[in-house]
């Protein structure tokens, strides 16, 4: 099974589109999204939070939010 050269999502067989360069090397496309975020807008996956390969950096780099952090609701402060 192939990945998305972009988002890093698995493809199912048949799925998704598939380029071939100049030079030999092939990227593989699950949406129109990622092909046009990498290809038109040159856009790097790293930076965005719905990619898998966001997600991989950012353990690596520690930046990974905890969940703790999310659902944390302050109380309004009575006067």
Not at 44 to 57: D, H, L, N, R
Request: proline share 3%; net charge positive; hydrophobic share 25%.
């Amino acid at each position: 099974m192939a990945t998305c050269s972009f988002c890093g999502n698995e493809l199912k067989e048949g799925r998704g589109t598939r380029l071939f360069r100049r030079d030999g090397s092939m990227l593989n496309f699950c949406t129109r999204k990622c092909e046009v975020n990498l290809r038109v807008l040159k856009r790097t996956p790293t930076e965005y939070k719905w990619t898998k390969k966001y997600a991989s950096t950012a353990k690596k780099k520690g930046k990974g939010e905890s969940k703790e952090a999310k659902h944390v609701v302050k109380a309004p402060d009575k006067k």
